[in-house]
């Protein structure tokens, strides 16, 4: 696709369980960023991959989140555990190389944990 | 602690005249700024950035300044049009790191025909 895709759009999950959101950057964007968007909040990191490693993972609340991005492509963040608290819009952005050039954003994926 | 600060929740214009949205910093190791246009239910898109090296750049209707020493940025869009109604966030970062942005909270642009 043209733009970076985010999928599903929505997710409602009970406390306690597992969810997992896809990111699908640009095609040849080797830098890409997930984000959360709690309401009235701006965006708030919380990982960057540079190809398939982890460059920054100083984001993430705790050990309850993990990301991975094996083939330097699409990536999937995982929550385990879920609670309340980690409901949110979470987005993806990719770019060429970091953020200094432009980042491109998904439309996001709003979580809602009940 | 916020290091990127959008004091103004919201901002109303009339059509045709001058919006100014307004951003401040406080950590000085950042030396590059964005501003991002958001629409309901869509992610945010960019709109135009700034070099620590500047202190103005423009884009069509849109122009961004930079104070350093007041560790200061804004956005001037002239003239404003009802399409540009939106959430405005504004963007920091540090080259040469993991150049992850750090957001304002965003000001809601309402834009009056």
């Known amino acids: 696709g043209a733009g970076v895709s985010q999928t599903p759009s929505n997710k409602v999950t009970e406390k306690g369980k597992y969810v997992e959101l896809r990111c699908d950057p640009i095609?040849?964007?080797?830098?890409l960023y997930w984000y959360r968007q709690s309401l009235g909040q701006g965006p708030e990191f919380l990982i960057y991959?540079?190809?398939?490693?982890?460059?920054?993972d100083s984001g993430l609340p705790n050990d309850r989140f993990f990301a991975v991005r094996p083939e330097g492509s699409v990536s999937t963040l995982k929550i385990q555990r879920t609670e309340r608290g980690d409901s949110a819009v979470y987005l993806c952005?990719?770019?060429?190389?970091?953020?200094?050039?432009?980042?491109?954003f998904g439309q996001g994926t709003r979580l809602t944990v009940v | 602690d916020q290091q990127v600060k959008q004091n103004s929740p919201s901002l109303s214009v009339q059509e045709g005249r001058i919006s100014i949205l307004n951003c401040d910093y406080t950590?000085?190791?950042?030396?590059?700024f964005l501003w991002y246009k958001k629409y309901p239910a869509e992610g945010p898109t960019f709109l135009i950035s700034?070099?620590?090296?500047?202190d103005k750049n423009e884009d069509g209707r849109f122009t961004v300044f930079l104070n350093k020493s007041a560790k200061h940025l804004s956005l001037h869009i002239v003239p404003s049009q009802p399409g540009d109604s939106a959430v405005y966030f504004c963007?920091?970062?540090?080259?040469?790191?993991?150049?992850?942005?750090?957001f304002g909270k965003g000001t809601k642009l309402t834009v009056n025909p």
């Open positions: 095609s040849g964007h080797t830098a």
């Open positions: 952005a990719s770019s060429l190389q970091g953020a200094n050039t432009e980042a491109f």
């Open positions: 991959f540079q190809g398939t490693g982890a460059a920054d």
């Open positions: 700034i070099s620590s090296i500047k």
């Open positions: 950590n000085s190791m950042f030396d590059y």
């Open positions: 963007a920091a970062s540090r080259l040469g790191g993991s150049e992850k942005l750090v």
